[in-house]
């Protein structure tokens, strides 16, 4: 069953340090928006609208008939977040939004783009576990406030082609690690055809768990911990052996964000993956395959020992600070975290769960075609039967721009631009100086 111990981790609340976003010029009316006025409410949000949103807002308005919603979908990249981001500062009214990862939200806080939720939060008795003095910590606080509330809880785990397992007489061991992913990646992959997986499982997430870019103390990176030398060490050796889709192929096709292409059109046999994958798999329309996908579960950095989900507490909502509609916008962020079961037909596991519906949630997650395109006892037992470690960090101290650091010199070490050791000294070097900068 999911759960979410105490971080490993002194918790620090520290001040968002973060790039502050530039100031943009406004832009005009995008993408059916209207204006916030009466009742009238503006979502923005990453998830298609017909995989959730529009069964939650249809909910929401029959409750409150006298507000409506409008919701805009943005495409979760780069020139996607970058549209939400100049909208929130420009003349497109927006009243509520996501963010999908930690430091763009730490952006938009520091850009003053978000609401402070913080006495909201506390006053709610529902959501009163995402507040920024609950134990344990359940989201992300900043200064000792809070400025959105998770919707969902995202395990990581591994997508695999069931039809490939079968053919190579592969039989996955009972808590596997890291040695034994290598393995059967090696023995799925048919050279030129198919590689055994999209990427090497993140061994330094694993391992570090939450503010696994810092320190313990949050003064400085955590580049010269060993974990991130093992992480690209086994990168380098798998793309070398040719079990994991080479960087190049993954920059190229602009595979980052969205990779669950190269699975479902059988070019890779495992992916590891967020549960939203799923909403891909049940497409069959768009990615036909004729194969199941089973579930397996993410592979340990040391057989044996407990280790950590590289899975966020994620689907961030929040309101704009400019909202003229607060109150109806608290409304809709309430229903919606209260009713986030909608949105599991989309492949979203809502933050709260019933655990008597645990066969339910499997039910939407895989939906009406689940005999047919998957391993249905392999996700429910991986996403239920597993005591997941999900880590939640706490340090947002130019976070940003230590994620760019890291992204930008990761990409350098798989293309063979650079060396482990220089991209680790240039990593420590640039992080610092940024951490305290912003410190």
Not at 99 to 119: C, E, H, I, M
Not at 307 to 318: E, L, M, R
Not at 408 to 418: A, E, N
Request: charge should be negative; include cysteine; glycine fraction near 10%.
């Amino acid at each position: 069953m999911i759960g979410t111990p105490l971080s490993r981790r002194t918790v620090l609340k520290a001040a968002a340090g973060a790039a502050g976003i530039a100031v943009l010029a406004a832009c005009g009316k995008d993408g059916g928006s209207t204006s916030t006025t009466g009742g009238a409410l503006n979502v923005w949000g990453g998830v298609p609208p017909e995989s959730g949103p529009n069964a939650m807002i249809e909910a929401f308005q029959k409750q409150h008939p006298g507000i409506t919603v409008t919701y805009t979908r943005y495409v979760n990249d780069d020139q996607g977040k970058l549209k939400l981001d100049t909208s929130l500062q420009g003349g497109v009214p927006i009243d509520v939004f996501f963010s999908y990862d930690n430091p763009t939200l730490g952006k938009r806080v520091q850009a003053g783009l978000t609401a402070d939720l913080t006495g909201r939060v506390k006053n709610d008795s529902g959501l009163a576990q995402f507040g920024p003095d609950a134990s344990p910590t359940a989201n992300l606080v900043y200064d000792g406030k809070i400025y959105s509330v998770p919707a969902q809880k995202a395990p990581t785990l591994i997508f695999a082609n069931d039809t490939m397992l079968s053919e190579a007489g592969i039989t996955i061991p009972d808590g596997w690690d890291i040695n034994d992913y290598r393995d059967v990646a090696k023995k799925l992959s048919k050279a030129g055809k198919v590689f055994g997986t999209f990427s090497t499982p993140p061994i330094h997430r694993y391992t570090l768990g939450p503010d696994y870019y810092y320190s313990e103390d949050g003064k400085s990176s955590s580049f010269s911990d060993p974990a991130w030398r093992q992480y690209l060490e086994l990168a380098l050796a798998m793309q070398e052996e040719g079990s994991v889709l080479p960087r190049r192929t993954i920059i190229a096709e602009k595979l980052q964000t969205f990779s669950h292409g190269p699975l479902l059109t059988g070019r890779v046999a495992m992916l590891p993956g967020q549960v939203f994958v799923l909403r891909y798999i049940s497409d069959l329309e768009e990615f036909p395959h004729d194969f199941k996908v089973r579930a397996l579960p993410n592979p340990a950095p040391v057989k044996g020992q407990e280790f950590w989900n590289d899975g966020p507490i994620g689907d961030h909502i929040s309101i704009s600070a400019k909202s003229k509609q607060q109150d109806a916008a608290w409304s809709f962020v309430s229903f919606w975290m209260n009713n986030s079961h909608l949105m599991t037909k989309g492949g979203r596991l809502p933050s709260i769960l019933d655990p008597s519906k645990q066969s339910q949630t499997i039910a939407d997650l895989l939906g009406p075609e689940r005999d047919k395109l998957y391993d249905v006892a392999s996700f429910e037992k991986v996403i239920f039967g597993t005591e997941y470690k999900f880590p939640v960090d706490t340090i947002t101290t130019a976070s940003n721009q230590v994620d760019t650091i890291y992204k930008k010199l990761h990409d350098q070490v798989l293309l063979g631009q650079i060396t482990v050791d220089q991209m680790l000294a240039q990593a420590t070097k640039e992080a610092d100086e940024a951490i305290k900068a912003a410190g």
